[in-house]
């Protein structure tokens, strides 16, 4: 059995891993950079050690000094977390020259399923439904122009290499197809180093939903049932689900099996995510996600599996602990993802100092955090907060759970993007689970109430609201503002 692990990331993964850590008996080394000395992962793992500059490609993406800590410090595993290095091959190769674990699947498979377009081969040889599109990269603008033209307008053009949206280019017309096939190669040669791009039919208003996979060193691998992710801005999550509202238990049985078939044919081994695309009833793949996923709590809300010491067990050498007859789906699990940032200024980051800090409770609310009052958000990372989980016994109750909680939290000092969140409860089609990719940018009303919201909290700060209902929660910006007073004068630590 594992020992001691590195955890080679940041923030609340960081933290979800180490609780994970203490509760299976294996000691934690957090490594981290001079922007996060004061951060709450430090002061929780059982070691630390300072690995470089606030520049992430000093740091954290500093493969040779993630290394040398583990070796230097006797960790017998690295758990990567996401984002950063989690699925990255040449962190998964170091270790397996250095004789260290890498919590996640093999270099093989990391490369094999970071290429899209041989994962899109992949896939179709293990029989997963895929978007039509090419099967090799596209170079040529009259070559590509002519598949384009056999695939359908509109097309989307997208780097092999990349992820998180970057560089997608959607093409309507045929007129438009070479201007956009350059640009899209000159955003992959910057981004990823490499210009290889392909060509696929672009799914006007489809729905993203993924599958939560694991798979073991023995051949065996499972699903945990399927995650509505649609709610997004730029391609990036921020609220996620699950079950679907979309998925019937017939299409979970069906697309978990083919999901999970495609694991076991390529030999996944430990926590990912099969993603795809839903669209006029059909399923169609979009890409595997080779580690643990932000929105992994929503699963082990409505699931009682704990993925990350699943994970743990995986590479321990140890066969699931869960077989998949014995998975259930019970009740519903919704995530807002809690960002400093400014949802009327197109989403821009707003990192600052947390002046105070309240975090909600009570029944079936579940907070990944890894800030406190008095701590900064610092510039040079994604600005994540937290992970609101909230789970409920149907979606409705879920919805008022997480309504609930969202009005009991308090952050003072910077934006957030809690008012977003609020908004989408509220709205009508969101209500209904009438959901896909474009839901932000079609629900233009949105905006307009986040102001309503942000004006009436304004209120609630100056003590002038006279609804009976709202006592709690200016008992909450009071005590907030109590304590930031405290901690100013020096009379409380973090």
């Excluded at 290394?67 to 017998?76: F, L, P, Q, R, S």
């Excluded at 979309?246 to 926590?271: C, D, F, H, Q």
């Excluded at 006029?280 to 709590?297: C, I, M, S, T």
Aim: proline share 6%; hydrophobic share 40%.
């Amino acid at each position: 059995m594992i020992k001691k692990i590195l955890i080679a990331n940041r923030g609340e993964i960081a933290i979800r891993v180490m609780r994970a850590c203490r509760e299976m008996g294996i000691a934690s080394i957090a490594v981290y950079s001079e922007a996060d000395k004061e951060a709450l992962f430090v002061k929780y793992a059982d070691e630390a050690f300072c690995i470089g500059p606030p520049p992430a490609r000093a740091s954290y993406l500093s493969i040779e000094k993630v290394i040398e800590t583990a070796k230097e410090n006797g960790a017998d595993a690295i758990h990567p977390g996401y984002g950063f290095l989690a699925e990255n091959p040449k962190l998964a190769k170091a270790c397996e020259q250095e004789g260290i674990k890498f919590i996640g699947p093999s270099s093989r498979v990391l490369e094999l399923m970071g290429d899209k377009i041989t994962a899109r081969r992949e896939m179709i040889k293990a029989g997963v439904p895929v978007v039509p599109g090419t099967e090799e990269c596209v170079l040529d603008p009259g070559r590509g122009g002519d598949l384009a033209k056999e695939i359908g307008y509109p097309v989307i053009i997208k780097p092999s290499g990349g992820g998180g949206g970057i560089g997608m280019t959607i093409v309507a017309h045929e007129e438009e197809f070479a201007n956009a096939l350059k640009s899209t190669q000159a955003i992959a040669t910057t981004t990823f180093g490499l210009c290889d791009v392909y060509i696929e039919k672009y799914l006007p208003h489809p729905r993203h939903i993924e599958f939560q996979l694991l798979g073991d060193q023995k051949g065996n691998a499972i699903h945990l049932g399927e995650r509505e992710c649609s709610i997004q801005r730029r391609h990036q999550k921020l609220i996620e689900e699950s079950p679907s509202p979309a998925v019937t238990p017939e299409m979970r049985a069906e697309m978990g099996a083919i999901a999970a078939k495609a694991a076991r044919i390529v030999g996944y081994e430990g926590a990912g995510t099969m993603e795809f695309l839903f669209s006029d009833g059909k399923f169609y793949f979009l890409e595997v996600n080779a580690r643990v996923q932000v929105e992994h709590p929503v699963t082990e809300m409505v699931t009682g599996v704990d993925i990350v010491k699943e994970q743990i067990r995986i590479a321990s050498g140890l066969p699931l602990s869960v077989n998949q007859e014995d998975v259930r789906m019970n009740g519903w699990a919704m995530e807002c993802r809690i960002n400093a940032e400014d949802p009327l200024n197109d989403f821009s980051p707003s990192p600052g100092k947390l002046k105070g800090y309240h975090a909600p409770g009570g029944i079936g609310v579940r907070i990944d955090d890894g800030v406190y009052t008095n701590y900064t958000i610092p510039p040079y990372y994604d600005p994540m907060i937290s992970k609101l989980i909230a789970w409920g016994r149907n979606r409705d109750e879920a919805i008022s759970r997480i309504k609930r909680a969202l009005y009991e939290y308090v952050i003072a000092g910077i934006t957030t993007n809690i008012s977003f969140h609020q908004a989408v409860m509220k709205n009508p089609r969101f209500v209904k689970g009438e959901l896909d990719t474009g839901f932000i940018e079609r629900e233009t009303g949105l905006m307009d109430e986040i102001e309503e919201i942000l004006k009436y909290e304004k209120s609630l700060d100056k003590k002038i609201s006279c609804r009976p209902e709202d006592k709690m929660r200016v008992a909450a910006i009071s005590a907030v503002a109590a304590l930031t007073q405290m901690h100013s004068r020096g009379r409380t630590n973090p």
